[in-house]
Each structure stands twice: as C-alpha cells, then as structure tokens.
C-alpha cells in the first residue's frame, strides 16, 4: 500500500515541478513555487506515514514482572548494583622496583589513607634497619631508600610499629627484591660535532663503566676516536652489522657524511642492534626521509619545554622541535610531549631522543635524576638485547594459592613451567593454563606455596616473589576496591545503546500544516485563477 501512494506522491510531485518550470516569472519565485509544492507532497507523505519523533510516556510503559524461573531469571537485562565512590577503611599503594641492576637506588613509595600514625622501618636481608620515616595520617605518600650493596634474590622486610594506649605493636610484611649483576652493553656513540649534551652523555657512560667508543666529528675528514672501559679497538666499518656493539647512539646531522653503504647498514643493524637517534633541531632533509622509510616519520613541531616524568623536581627539558607524525600503540614513548619515542619488537629496535638539554641536570645538582633518564632509555632500547625475551608480569600482588598471571612473546608455541624455588632445591613445574594476551601469549598459575618462583631455565629465568595469603592486608583492600569500582564503572549490556522508544508524530499536525501551506499556495497562486 505504501509504495502505491509514494509512487502517487512522486508523480504528484513531478507533475507540479513540471508546472512551476513552465511559470513566465523571475527565477527567485520559480525556486520557491518549487520549495513550497515538495513542502506539500512531503506532508502528504508523511500523513500516510507518520515519523516516531515524540519520546513516548514512560508512565504508560507496562511494568515487567518478576520471573517465576531460573530461564526467566537468567535472560534478564543486566542490572548495574550501586556502589560506593569511597572508603574508610584504611588502604595502601606500595610501589619499588622489583627488579634492579647492581647500583641502582631502591626506592619505596607508600599511599596510603591511615588514619593511624605510625612508623616505618625499612629492614636489609640480615635485619639491619637501612630507613625510616613517619607514617603521617596527613602526608599521602611516604618514601624509603636504600642501595643494595650485592647481586642476588633477596627479601627485605618492612616493619611498621604504630603506639596506642602506650603500648606498640609492631608489625612485619615481605619486600622481594632481585638485584642483578651490571652487564654493561658496549656502546658506540657517533657525534657530528662536540657539544655540551655529548659531553656530559660520554662522560656518564665513562662513569658508569660502560664500554664505549666515542668518535666525534672534528672536521669534514678529522675524526677523534676514544675508548674507554675495556672496549675493544677493532678496526672494524664504524655501521657494520657484525661489529661489537649493542647499542650504537647517533647523531642525526651525520646523515649527509654517510655513505651509501653504511646507509644500507642502518637497517640492518635495527634487526639485530639496537639504534637511538640523537635528534636536533637541525636535522638534515635526508635523516627526515630516512625516519618516513623506517614507518616511524618525524615531522616539525613546536619546541616547548617539557617533564620528564621520572623526575618531578628536575628542570624541564626543551625538545629539539620534532616530534612522531604517528605512532603505534605498541610504540614507546616518555612524556606527554614525547622526549623519546621507540619502536621496540623482536625484529626491530630503533628509537628517537627528541631533547638535547640533560646536561644541565648534571650541573645543577640533579646527577641522579640524569642516570635514571639515560638508563630508562638504555632499557628500553635493548629489552630484546641477546636471547633475554621480556616476560611480564600481569599480577599485581602474587598471592599464594590465587592466579598469577605472566604474558611474554616466548610463550608462543611452548608450554611454560612455573617452577618454585625453596631452601632445599627441590623443584616442582607447574603447568600453566593459556589465555589470549595480544601479541603475547598469557599463562597463569595458581602457585600452592609462597616463595620465589621462576619461569624458564636457570640461565635466563625469570624470577618474582610469590606473597603469603595473608602478606599486605591493606593493599590487598585497595585493589579489591579498585577492582570493584572497574567493575562498577564498566558497560554492561550490549555493546550497542537501545534506541529511545518513541511515538509517532499526531496526524492532526501535520493536516493543520498541510492545509497552512496549501492557503498559502492558493494566495500566491490567486491572480493566475482569474
């Protein structure tokens, strides 16, 4: 029936289009003779039809019925429960790093919501006290420090002793830390010119023992060659991708003096060598085009100063004016304007240092912050560096007897054991169960005893902590709170929204507005009646 009248409607409509083409008048009034007749046959159209445009009354929607059955019960929409947006009980949030070379700081953070003072003791391995600080009810965050002085797996101990009614009680919970020995890469550091930030950059990996050659660019055909820390003097093509070096650092205005081999090298040294770029405000057209053949195109920007955001207190860094086109979400990349930004996968390892101004740190009191800015690019850079493949670990707080979760690209194709490790040496794998992860491949355990665990061989395993069930009560409160209020914030239902149910527009409208426009056509129409 509706295709009978829109076909009506369309010939209607033609028709009288037709008419107002044949009119002897101005184009202004044959454009809206034309306006006004679509006005009419569209509302005789929509008096057939009339759109849902009203929203419909909820007071007469029929209330649903409660299910007499589990089926009924069970195909139900999903229903949000209230929650609350906050508690009172006391909850922490304990940061360090688990995982730390030989040298490196060990720093403990707390948030936390006590409402108790008390205070905190920060134990080494032998039950040596090596910090303390107050745990303020009015200071949100307390901080510990300590430099471990020996490589291994090692269980610090935190004791917090809070006094109430004159008495103190004091309490003890588990701090692993595994402290590996330093194996230096060997560094190959490639400047166009000298500068400050080259200076204070080779002088730091002179200090921190790293094997490193350094060739600065003196003249168009002088070269000044240093070696320092034991690396070898091989007289080796500075870009061969067999030669020595783990990490080769170069400066991008060294694009036009290279040659077209050694250009032909760079890719091949990102497959098998890591590659950082110093960036520089000057950078050569050709090293532009490089970065857009490599998928990772810098393009100009403006150059602010920026955080780097391991260092709150430390000046800020100005950025050499470039930063990425694009990225992809699996890319690296520090700050909110990028200082660094890296394309780190097995098969490639190639990335940008987009600031030229750490020195200052170095002179103004800030040497600690610049080592942890370099080192957290040189970790970065060679995460893939030999047969190392990075394991993650995606639970929070390892728990005895509840699911530990590890991902890593090494699991692909392999059945991984997660083996404890105890005072009597006796090891017991457990087979993991396999989740989708990405691009990683995620197993997870349910480890039946606290302890060291670790995943793969001896030689190159992974190690993390397994914690007692009942270790860190008030964390364990604070990610079952965050964990509830995910769940709380989350969508339920379909993926889709609903659409508003509506009501169709009253017929009595759209004739008043019908016969509105049909006057006002019979007016203007009047004079060619006579």
């Not at 007289?235 to 050694?262: A, H």
């Not at 532009?288 to 780097?308: C, I």
């Amino acid at each position: 029936m509706n295709s009978w009248i829109a076909a009506v409607c369309i010939a209607a409509l033609g028709i009288s289009l037709l008419q107002v083409v044949r009119q002897k008048t101005s184009g202004a009034r044959r454009t809206a003779s034309a306006l006004l007749q679509i006005a009419i046959w569209g509302l005789v159209w929509l008096l057939v039809t009339p759109p849902a445009l009203l929203p419909t009354n909820t007071t007469d929607t029929p209330q649903i019925e409660l299910p007499q059955n589990r089926d009924a019960l069970r195909d139900l929409p999903p229903t949000r429960l209230p929650t609350k947006t906050a508690i009172d009980a006391q909850t922490w949030q304990i940061s360090w790093p688990q995982r730390l070379s030989l040298g490196e700081p060990l720093q403990l953070r707390i948030a936390q919501n006590s409402k108790t003072a008390s205070r905190i003791f920060l134990e080494d391995p032998f039950g040596n006290t090596v910090d303390t600080a107050p745990l303020d009810p009015k200071s949100s965050e307390t901080t510990l420090n300590h430099t471990p002085k020996l490589p291994g797996r090692w269980l610090y101990q935190l004791r917090f002793e809070t006094e109430s009614g004159g008495a103190t009680s004091v309490r003890r919970e588990p701090l692993p830390v595994e402290v590996l020995a330093p194996e230096p890469p060997t560094v190959l550091l490639w400047l166009a010119r000298p500068g400050f930030e080259s200076a204070a950059l080779s002088r730091w990996l002179r200090q921190s023992g790293t094997p490193t050659r350094v060739i600065t660019q003196l003249a168009p055909e002088v070269l000044r060659r240093e070696s320092f820390n034991g690396v070898e003097t091989q007289n080796r093509q500075l870009l061969d991708p067999e030669g020595p070096f783990d990490l080769l650092i170069l400066d991008s205005r060294l694009w036009p003096r290279l040659d077209l081999s050694q250009r032909q090298n760079l890719a091949k040294l990102a497959e098998n060598r890591s590659l950082l770029w110093l960036v520089n405000p000057d950078s050569p057209r050709g090293f532009l085009d490089y970065t857009r053949a490599q998928g990772m195109p810098l393009v100009a920007l403006s150059a602010p100063k920026t955080d780097f955001p391991m260092a709150d207190k430390a000046p800020p860094l100005a950025l050499s004016g470039y930063g990425p086109q694009y990225a992809r979400p699996t890319d690296i990349q520090l700050g909110t304007a990028p200082i660094y930004w890296a394309r780190i996968t097995p098969d490639q390892s190639l990335g940008f240092v987009l600031f030229g101004d750490s020195y200052r740190w170095t002179t103004s009191g800030f040497a600690a912050e610049y080592s942890r800015l370099w080192k957290t690019l040189f970790d970065h850079q060679l995460t893939y560096r030999g047969d190392h493949t990075p394991i993650a670990l995606k639970t929070q707080l390892p728990l005895a007897r509840q699911r530990v979760t590890l991902c890593s690209p090494a699991f692909v194709g392999t059945v991984p054991k997660l083996i404890p490790v105890n005072n009597e040496g006796v090891e017991a794998p457990l087979t993991g169960v396999a989740l989708p992860g990405g691009n990683d491949t995620c197993y997870s355990w349910w480890p039946q005893k606290s302890g060291w665990h670790r995943v793969g061989p001896d030689s190159e395993a992974f190690h993390f902590y397994v914690f007692p069930s009942e270790a860190w009560p008030q964390w364990q409160q604070a990610i079952a709170h965050a964990d509830t209020q995910q769940m709380a914030s989350a969508r339920l239902g379909p993926t889709k929204d609903k659409e508003v149910p509506r009501s169709q527009l009253p017929r009595n409208w759209i004739v008043l507005a019908l016969i509105l426009l049909v006057t006002f056509s019979w007016w203007r129409e009047r004079s060619s009646l006579r």
